[in-house]
């Protein structure tokens, strides 16, 4: 009787301690305090300047936040309370200031309980827009900051599930789709299904790539559009409604700039159970700012038969240009829409001018990819990017498109990864159409720029002129600080701007500063402390080395806070491969070493705190033909991950016999295949990575080969392949509502059941309701307490010669 009873104890005791394990856990209190900090104010300045709006959020939203209903269609998430899509971020307070008075207007307290969800300005500065979810659905509300700041509410019935709301030219009204009021009640699903679900194709080569969240049957097409239908509708701010055209599923409308006419987006069946919403059929329409209807630009087909890296045939980027009053653009393919074809040209730039009597015509052809445009104050002049997608390859050129005799001007031809040559954008600023233009005083324009450099970023701000194409440096960060322009105030061509300076060092938080670059002189605007001044005794340094082969390598170096000189840690080294095409740009520096400390959300900084040296953002280059590089992808991140490891020890920061490997996403399925392929790493930690590349067919990242043309690369570079090798310990997390590309949960299911079942060690942490990055605060914090624990166990607390001698050291 009494071994039964001792044998029902000890079951019972395995029991419980199961039951303990499925719960969520907590790291360390020292990590719960710096993780639950809340977090200082965002700041939205208006167009002018002249206002602040200072926004207030939590440090992380509730699991509950995140159990919310939620329905997953045609490649989106819709929260069909709030008829917009599913947020799990809400900001919890809004503030009004006026530049250089200290007194702050609450628009909405932190008490109040509020969601916030989106927010914007008037092009004019004198209205400032946000929306709010309620338990009934969404509203939208609009100040008007040069009156009584009295907040109005114009609806409850706005709808952004793939909808929208924006301002009109004139300030004074807001387009936006609103829930049709005649609606009724979501459909109900099937009791039982009518039939099977059919899919057929016959003949028809659609290289897609892995979307989820997809429409599944006919109730899921039911369901979707009954919430992506919506009313069109203009609103005055004094909350006047009128009504435009008939429901429809409207995922657009653009006011031209001078006000008159709407370019009207609408989305069309058939649907797609292949593609998300915005790949399925569309109508392009412009109205009158009334809501009639004028023409039809394009009737734009599924997007379907498109190559890997191509694009579709047909009108394709269809918007009105911003500095004519009523000209539609749009690019056409002139080479089939395949990267591969050999043409002079790969696209065509088309206008049509109101009234939209004549028809369209060619202004521009482009060598390469059109990759977007700029637009100067003088009507017709354009700043037109294309990219060599062979090269990797960036030109901008300045180009008249209204006068072909005027030779195009060279802005900018680099490679695309070449940071150290980046002459930064071109700032832009909001005109009294509603558009943005670029910024110019006289024939200068305004650029700003990371100012990527081999000791780190410091941001500039520079001036060019258009004719002579002299630039000026007007500003640059200055040393021990990273500083950023936010905005150009006054400005002239004779004389330096005002300008609003974000700044930032690894000791003090970002605050933003009034500096007057004629003057010289600064006026503070914030004053934000530091949320977590515990961990400010963390040091952070930018170091350098090289990979065997030649190639520059960097990584930011940080130790913890009480780090004793001489003393050998266990090394994390968290890293996310990047593809270049040549070994100059894979090893230019693309950090900085002044930017403020944080440890936010899932912040593997945390592992500070746990006595590890952590070698973060750890350059791992893939390098090679943008067709064939992945060939040698093993080789190249062992290669790499081999060089920080050895930097680290002749730092005399790292114990060797103690390192770690994490990363997320292509971060994850990296250290899969260095557990695979290397001894280098006790124990690794993959968050939310795709594991096997055949699930992936029509490529991944920057793969362009699909897995038919690449069967021996798909499978080698896939850690699912290789499960059997996998035998030091691997930590792997994973969100069960993944909708990332790729990264479906499976891969996470999968890999952990070939490991295990080839005998290796590893661990699967499901999240729930957790998508590609985890937010709850039960998830975040779990995840903290696995990787603590398990990197712990495995890495830190094992007993090597040099653990044994830093101990004695100490």
């Known amino acids: 009787m009494k071994k039964c009873l001792v044998l029902s104890v000890g079951l019972m005791m395995i029991a419980v301690q199961g039951m303990a394990q499925t719960g969520y856990r907590l790291p360390p209190p ?318 065509r730039l088309m206008v049509w001018d109101a009234p939209f009597s004549e028809g369209a015509k060619e202004v521009l052809k482009t060598e390469h990819r059109a990759m977007g445009l700029s637009f100067f104050t003088t009507p017709g002049l354009v700043a037109s990017t294309d990219m060599d997608r062979d090269r990797r390859w960036l030109r901008t050129q300045m180009v008249q498109l209204n006068d072909p005799s005027v030779a195009p001007v060279i802005l900018d031809d680099r490679s695309m990864r070449d940071r150290y040559a980046d002459p930064g954008r071109m700032v832009s600023r909001s005109e009294a159409t509603g558009h943005s233009l670029v910024r110019q005083d006289g024939d200068w324009v305004y650029l700003v720029g990371a100012g990527a450099s081999p000791s780190g970023d410091r941001p500039f701000l520079d001036r060019r002129h258009l004719v002579t194409q002299q630039t000026e440096r007007l500003w640059q960060s200055r040393e021990g600080a990273l500083e950023s322009v936010a905005q150009i105030l006054n400005s002239s061509a004779n004389s330096k701007p005002q300008v609003i300076i974000r700044r930032e060092s690894p000791t003090d938080p970002p605050n933003y500063f009034l500096v007057d670059l004629e003057a010289g002189n600064e006026a503070s605007l914030t004053q934000f402390g530091d949320p977590t001044p515990q961990i400010r005794g963390i040091r952070k340094e930018l170091v350098k080395y090289n990979r065997a082969d030649g190639v520059p390598l960097s990584a930011t170096l940080y130790l913890p806070a009480d780090y004793q000189p001489g003393t050998r840690l266990p090394l994390m080294i968290w890293a996310y491969p990047l593809e270049f095409s040549d070994a100059a740009t894979a090893g230019q520096v693309s950090a900085s070493p002044n930017q403020f400390i944080r440890m936010t959300g899932l912040s593997h900084l945390a592992l500070l705190t746990q006595g590890y040296a952590i070698m973060d953002n750890a350059t791992m280059p893939v390098i090679g033909d943008p067709e064939t590089m992945n060939d040698t992808f093993i080789e190249q991140i062992v290669g790499a991950a081999q060089a920080a490891i050895d930097k680290a020890v002749e730092l005399g920061v790292a114990d060797r016999d103690r390192v770690c490997v994490g990363g997320h996403s292509y971060g994850g399925f990296m250290t899969a295949n260095l557990m695979a392929h290397c001894d ?57 509502n993944d909708n990332n590309s790729g990264t479906f949960p499976i891969q996470s299911q999968r890999l952990y059941q070939a490991i295990k079942g080839n005998g290796g060690t590893v661990r699967l942490v499901m999240l729930p309701h957790e998508s590609h990055g985890y937010r709850a605060r039960e998830s975040v914090l779990h995840a903290h307490a696995e990787t603590i624990e398990w990197l712990n166990r495995y890495v830190r607390d094992v007993e090597t010669s040099e653990s044994s001698t830093s101990a004695t050291n100490q």
């Not at 679900?197 to 006919?218: A, F, H, W």
């Not at 059997?724 to 792997?732: A, E, F, G």
Request: charged letters at 25%; proline letters at 8%; aromatic letters at 10%.
């Open 30 to 347: 020292e990590v719960v305090e710096i993780i639950d900090a809340t977090p200082e104010p965002g700041v939205n300045f208006s167009p002018n300047g002249e206002w602040m709006v200072f926004v207030e959020r939590d440090a992380m939203p509730g699991i509950e936040d995140l159990a919310r209903r939620m329905l997953q269609l045609a490649g989106t998430r819709i929260d069909p309370v709030a008829n917009s899509d599913f947020r799990t971020d809400f900001f919890r307070g809004v503030s009004l200031q006026r530049r250089g008075d200290n007194r702050q207007m609450k628009l909405i307290a932190r008490g109040d309980n509020a969601k916030v969800s989106g927010m914007a300005w008037s092009h004019d500065s004198r209205h400032f827009g946000w929306t709010q979810v309620t338990d009934q659905g969404t509203e939208l509300w609009v100040v008007d900051v040069t009156k009584d700041l009295q907040p109005k509410r114009l609806t409850d019935r706005l709808s952004t599930v793939i909808g929208f709301w924006d301002f009109t030219p004139d300030g004074n009204h807001v387009v936006c789709t609103l829930v049709p009021k005649n609606r009724g009640a979501e459909p109900e699903r099937p009791l039982k299904p009518v039939g099977p679900n059919i899919q057929e194709s016959i003949g028809n080569t659609s290289p897609v790539r892995t979307y989820q969240d997809l429409l599944e049957n006919p109730y899921d097409e039911e369901l979707f559009e009954h919430y992506a239908t919506t009313q069109l509708a203009k609103i005055s701010v004094k909350g006047e409604v009128a009504v435009m055209g008939e429901p429809g599923m409207y995922s657009n409308a653009t006011p031209s700039p001078n006000g008159q006419f709407l370019l009207v987006s609408q989305i069309k069946r058939p649907f797609s159970y292949l593609h998300p919403y915005s790949s399925f059929p569309s109508e392009m329409n412009v109205w009158t700012i009334e809501g009639n209807k004028v023409v039809t630009v394009a009737e734009i087909p599924l997007a379907e038969n498109i190559p890997i890296e191509g694009v579709r045939l047909g009108p394709r980027s269809i918007r009105w240009s911003h500095n004519d009053p009523a000209r539609l653009m749009w690019y056409e393919a002139l080479d089939g829409g395949d990267p591969k074809n050999k043409v002079p040209y790969r696209d």
């Open 680 to 736: 280098l790493f006790r124990a690794g930690v993959a968050r939310s990575g795709a594991y096997n590349r055949t699930l992936t067919p029509f490529g991944f990242q920057s793969e362009r080969r699909p897995f038919w043309e690449a069967k021996d690369v798909y499978m080698n570079i896939s850690p699912f392949t290789h499960a059997d090798k996998i035998k030091r310990p691997l930590l792997l997390i994973h969100g069960e």
